[in-house]
């Protein structure tokens, strides 16, 4: 039976026209964003309406989904120069009214695709010698290249190709929709294979998959391209920055078989090394050791701070080729981030990994509050300074969850039905225990407030007293000052609960401008990597809610969790393969 299906199936598939197929059709529950208002959209240039129809999945992802949509949609209506004039579709396409088993289905259509802009090389004037790539040591290419029609696997990808940002559609919603270049291996080349030296450098913090997707580039560059000297620099952009360094490793597909089963990186990693401060100095000491190994395409893997050095490199490249001195190289950065927060991609590498590895300290925690008393409550933190993903999606993926604090969401510590002391207690009591889990960066900016209270708020010459703002307009400013729109907690609050910090009575004083300062320079420290320095969240939380059952005279167990190195160490994970 399910032979005979997957048959009658196949057959079906094969009878529908191509238009037909290219099709996305999705039955379910979807909430559908009206249109713009033609004046909106006249007022833009045009009569495209950007983003298409936003589809959200109701459930657990639904803020995510509508985060993303509209930070896209409001990408095309603020930079239309982005994107491409729009594409109409084939009007010789035709419509299979007919759906499966027979039954008439919903028509679709996408009348007009807007596809982003991507700069290409030819647009900078640059004259180059463009050769047919004839070089992919793939047996499926080689076998398969100029004997049959259509697009083969293993062959090139056409520059017509594209991929849909958002292919959850519905009858009757938008006929326009957004799209992107779809990547893989060009049929035109403008370098020789034999004249490519290329080199890979992983940097930042480990994240599970880099080893996957080093294997991948250099398969890439091998099979597909051709390209015989590929590198490997040690240790991040300090394996070259710093005196001594570590040097160069070669590679190709026999050295890197089976890495994608280790952990971590075999090309080593550090933090810092560039950053968009590098003196000039610098940046020519690090083209110079490029240099000394005749590298001129550079594959760089890493997440923000590492992007803002590689676009260091790139403007120092460029630069010098204004003042004639042109030097030919590539440089490429593989944006790594496991929290997911990319706007234009479904998953990063090493996301679902994490996720899986997350799960796995949830049920950690789910066993330490159950199995103490009294009034267990564990406690996990995951990764996520922005996004909340790995923390939503571990949370929905254990099942076992009581609360789950993220970025997107503000919450509440006091007052409220859903503050956070008093709903873990009210679960405590109701089941006898509780398990919340954590993003790094949820509530940082409350996390922040606190902190410039909390350098106000210092002991004064050992006598057990605090210092704290003696008004709430001064207070608004300090807070406003950093943190823009924030709204502190009232006052009463936060004396509470410094004085149960302090386990004493507090003494309020004034603020000065001197201690705002300190308070603004605190806020402004920052990682190796260039990245704002984030206050643990957690730390506060478990302070907090000891403090609200010592007032309210309820004993509590608190185990906390932080499985930061443990997730970012593992090997990627067969979905992230």
Same mark, same amino acid.
């Given at each position: 039976?399910?032979?005979?299906?997957?048959?009658?199936?196949?057959?079906?598939?094969? =009878?529908?026209?191509?238009?037909s197929?290219?099709?996305?059709?999705?039955?379910?529950?979807?909430?559908?964003?009206?249109?713009?208002?033609?004046?909106?959209?006249?007022?833009?240039?045009?009569?495209?309406?950007?983003? #298409?129809?936003?589809?959200?999945?109701?459930?657990?992802?639904q803020?995510?989904?509508?985060?993303?949509?509209?930070?896209?949609?409001?990408?095309?209506?603020?930079?239309?120069?982005?994107?491409?004039?729009?594409?109409?579709?084939?009007p010789?396409?035709?419509?299979?009214?007919?759906?499966?088993?027979?039954?008439?289905g919903?028509?679709?259509? %996408?009348?007009?695709?807007?596809?982003?802009?991507?700069?290409?090389?030819?647009?900078?004037?640059?004259?180059?010698?463009?050769?047919?790539?004839?070089?992919?040591?793939?047996? =499926?290419?080689?076998?398969?290249?100029?004997?049959?029609?259509?697009?083969?696997?293993?062959?090139?990808?056409?520059?017509?190709?594209?991929?849909?940002?958002? /292919?959850?559609?519905?009858?009757?919603?938008?006929?326009?929709?957004?799209?992107?270049?779809?990547?893989?291996?060009?049929?035109?080349? @403008?370098?020789?294979?034999?004249?490519?030296?290329?080199?890979?450098?992983?940097?930042?913090?480990?994240?599970?998959?880099?080893?996957?997707?080093i294997?991948?580039?250099?398969?890439?560059?091998?099979?597909?391209?051709?390209?015989?000297e590929?590198?490997?620099?040690? #240790?991040?952009?300090?394996?070259?920055?710093?005196?001594?360094?570590?040097?160069?490793?070669?590679?190709?597909?026999?050295?890197?078989?089976?890495?994608?089963?280790?952990?971590?990186?075999?090309?080593?990693?550090?933090?810092?090394?560039?950053?968009?401060?590098?003196?000039?100095?610098? %940046?020519q000491?690090?083209?110079?050791?490029?240099?000394?190994?005749?590298?001129?395409?550079?594959?760089?893997i890493?997440?923000?701070?590492?992007?803002?050095?590689?676009?260091?490199?790139?403007?120092?490249?460029?630069?010098?080729?204004?003042?004639?001195?042109t030097?030919?190289?590539?440089?490429?950065?593989?944006?790594?981030?496991?929290?997911?927060?990319?706007?234009?991609?479904?998953?990063?590498?090493?996301?679902?990994?994490?996720?899986?590895?997350?799960?796995?300290? /949830?049920?950690?925690?789910?066993?330490?509050?159950?199995?103490?008393?009294?009034?267990?409550?564990?406690?996990?933190?995951?990764?996520?300074?922005?996004?909340?993903?790995?923390? @939503?999606?571990?949370?929905?993926?254990?099942?076992?969850?009581?609360?789950?604090?993220?970025?997107?969401?503000?919450?509440?510590?006091?007052?409220g039905?859903?503050?956070?002391?008093?709903? %873990?207690?009210?679960?405590?009591?109701?089941?006898?225990?509780?398990?919340?889990?954590?993003?790094?960066?949820?509530?940082s900016?409350?996390?922040?407030?606190?902190?410039?209270?909390?350098?106000?708020?210092?002991?004064?010459?050992?006598? #057990?007293?605090?210092?704290?703002?003696?008004?709430?307009?001064?207070?608004?400013?300090?807070?406003?000052?950093?943190?823009?729109?924030?709204?502190?907690?009232?006052?009463?609050?936060?004396?509470?609960?410094?004085?149960?910090?302090?386990?004493?009575?507090?003494?309020?004083?004034?603020?000065?401008e001197?201690? *705002?300062?300190?308070?603004?320079?605190?806020?402004?420290?920052?990682?190796?990597?260039?990245?704002?320095?984030?206050?643990?969240? @957690?730390?506060?939380l478990?302070?907090?809610?000891?403090?609200? @059952?010592?007032?309210?005279?309820?004993?509590?167990?608190?185990?906390?969790?932080?499985?930061?190195?443990?997730?970012?160490?593992?090997?990627?994970? *067969?979905?992230?393969?």
């Amino acid at each position: 039976g399910v032979v005979g299906l997957s048959a009658f199936l196949y057959y079906r598939w094969k =009878a529908m026209s191509a238009a037909s197929r290219e099709k996305v059709l999705r039955w379910g529950d979807a909430v559908v964003d009206e249109p713009l208002p033609q004046k909106d959209i006249d007022a833009k240039g045009g009569t495209f309406t950007p983003g #298409g129809a936003r589809v959200l999945q109701r459930g657990a992802s639904q803020t995510y989904l509508s985060s993303r949509q509209k930070k896209m949609k409001d990408l095309v209506h603020s930079n239309p120069e982005m994107f491409e004039p729009e594409v109409k579709a084939n009007p010789d396409a035709k419509d299979d009214v007919a759906g499966t088993y027979g039954q008439k289905g919903n028509i679709i259509k %996408i009348d007009k695709t807007r596809i982003l802009k991507l700069d290409h090389l030819c647009d900078y004037g640059i004259k180059l010698n463009w050769r047919e790539n004839r070089y992919m040591r793939s047996r =499926a290419f080689q076998f398969n290249h100029g004997t049959t029609k259509g697009r083969i696997y293993g062959s090139f990808t056409p520059d017509d190709d594209v991929v849909l940002f958002d /292919i959850v559609r519905c009858p009757g919603g938008r006929k326009s929709a957004m799209a992107f270049r779809r990547a893989g291996a060009r049929k035109n080349i @403008c370098w020789e294979p034999n004249e490519v030296r290329a080199a890979i450098v992983t940097c930042g913090g480990l994240c599970p998959g880099l080893n996957v997707v080093i294997t991948e580039i250099v398969e890439v560059l091998y099979y597909a391209y051709g390209v015989d000297e590929i590198y490997g620099i040690l #240790g991040g952009y300090r394996g070259l920055c710093d005196k001594g360094g570590y040097g160069f490793k070669k590679l190709d597909p026999y050295s890197v078989r089976g890495i994608n089963t280790q952990g971590g990186t075999i090309l080593w990693s550090s933090r810092g090394g560039l950053s968009p401060n590098s003196t000039e100095e610098e %940046i020519q000491a690090f083209f110079d050791k490029l240099d000394e190994k005749g590298i001129n395409m550079l594959f760089i893997i890493g997440g923000d701070g590492t992007h803002r050095g590689a676009y260091r490199l790139y403007e120092f490249a460029r630069d010098e080729t204004k003042k004639g001195n042109t030097r030919k190289i590539a440089i490429a950065g593989v944006p790594k981030t496991i929290d997911n927060d990319l706007g234009v991609i479904d998953s990063s590498f090493g996301f679902n990994s994490a996720v899986e590895q997350a799960t796995h300290a /949830i049920f950690s925690a789910v066993t330490e509050a159950t199995c103490n008393k009294p009034n267990g409550v564990g406690i996990v933190k995951l990764m996520g300074r922005h996004a909340g993903y790995i923390a @939503c999606h571990a949370t929905l993926a254990s099942r076992q969850v009581d609360m789950c604090l993220i970025n997107e969401d503000p919450f509440l510590l006091h007052n409220g039905p859903e503050a956070v002391a008093k709903y %873990i207690m009210n679960t405590v009591k109701e089941k006898g225990h509780a398990v919340m889990v954590v993003a790094e960066g949820a509530g940082s900016g409350f996390l922040q407030a606190q902190e410039s209270l909390a350098k106000v708020l210092t002991f004064d010459n050992g006598a #057990g007293t605090l210092k704290l703002l003696s008004d709430e307009t001064t207070r608004k400013f300090v807070c406003l000052k950093s943190l823009k729109d924030f709204d502190p907690i009232d006052k009463e609050v936060t004396i509470h609960y410094y004085e149960e910090m302090s386990e004493g009575a507090l003494t309020v004083f004034e603020m000065t401008e001197s201690d *705002a300062k300190n308070a603004e320079d605190e806020k402004a420290k920052t990682d190796a990597s260039g990245n704002k320095a984030l206050p643990n969240p @957690c730390e506060f939380l478990i302070k907090y809610i000891k403090a609200y @059952c010592k007032r309210s005279k309820d004993p509590v167990t608190i185990k906390y969790h932080d499985p930061s190195y443990m997730i970012r160490s593992v090997a990627a994970n *067969a979905s992230d393969n």
